[in-house]
């Protein structure tokens, strides 16, 4: 309950400052000055974006490159940890409250939680992945199914995401399926090895289903 008493405190905190900003702009003269610093907030944030989805594909190119395994997971970490970065502190609050719900049992504390998370950022794949991992945990395998193709549509090369699709394709006994994703995530992924694990065992049962 602390968690959402803090998060409606700071929904009220936000009101408050949207109102002052509101009012000010009503009471006091507007100044020519004020809009260039508005400019280059956006500039910044826009270079800002920029520079970090360069990065990420500097970094999916090597993870592409790399054949060793430890240098190959290294740079997964990188990646994972820059898609966790929302670019807003109230979204990662969340994220960190609904992952400690979920490690707690807590699935519909950390289901309310995401919610709002992807409500605050439509647009940050993340909140979509973290919410289909918990739609799998509690076994909704087509809202799962539903949150990762929104993922992947907003992030297409998230290869968390596809081992989630394959592993529920898997599931519910789609293993041609299954597959076919499995070979997108080592596409992206090649050292992966619970990728290659996984597929050599769809392999090795599409195979004596043949026989």
């Known amino acids: ?32 000055s004020s809009i260039p610093k508005a400019t280059t907030t956006a ?6 974006s920029l520079a970090r989805a360069e990065r990420l594909d500097e970094l999916f190119g090597e993870l ?8 190959a997971k290294r740079l ?3 990646i994972t940890i820059s898609w966790a970065s929302s670019g807003s502190a109230t979204a990662n609050a969340l994220m960190v409250w609904a992952q400690q719900a979920m490690r707690d049992g807590r699935n519909t504390d950390a289901m309310e939680l ?24 509690m ?6 199914m539903a949150d990762i193709e929104q993922t992947l549509a907003l992030e297409p090369r998230h290869f968390g995401a596809l081992v989630g699709m394959a592993t ?18 080592l596409s992206i992924y090649p050292a992966n090895r ?18």
Do not use: C
């Open 139 to 144: 076994r909704n395998y087509v809202k799962s």
């Open 76 to 78: 997964a970490s990188r």
């Open 194 to 211: 619970n990728a290659q694990a996984s597929m050599i065992k769809l392999m090795q049962k599409l195979e004596k289903s043949e026989i």
């Open 43 to 48: 500039t910044k944030k826009n270079k800002l």
């Open 1 to 32: 309950m602390r968690h959402f008493n803090l998060i409606h405190t700071l929904i009220f905190v936000a009101s408050l400052t949207i109102t002052g900003t509101a009012h000010s702009e009503v009471t006091d003269p507007v100044t020519t």
């Open 114 to 137: 995401l919610d709002q998370v992807i409500v605050l950022l439509p647009d940050y794949a993340e909140g979509w992945n973290r919410r289909a991992t918990l739609h799998y945990v």
């Open 168 to 185: 529920i394709l898997s599931a519910i006994g789609e293993d041609d399926k299954a597959l076919e994703v499995y070979e997108r995530v």
């Open 64 to 71: 592409k490159r790399e054949p060793n395994f430890g240098k």
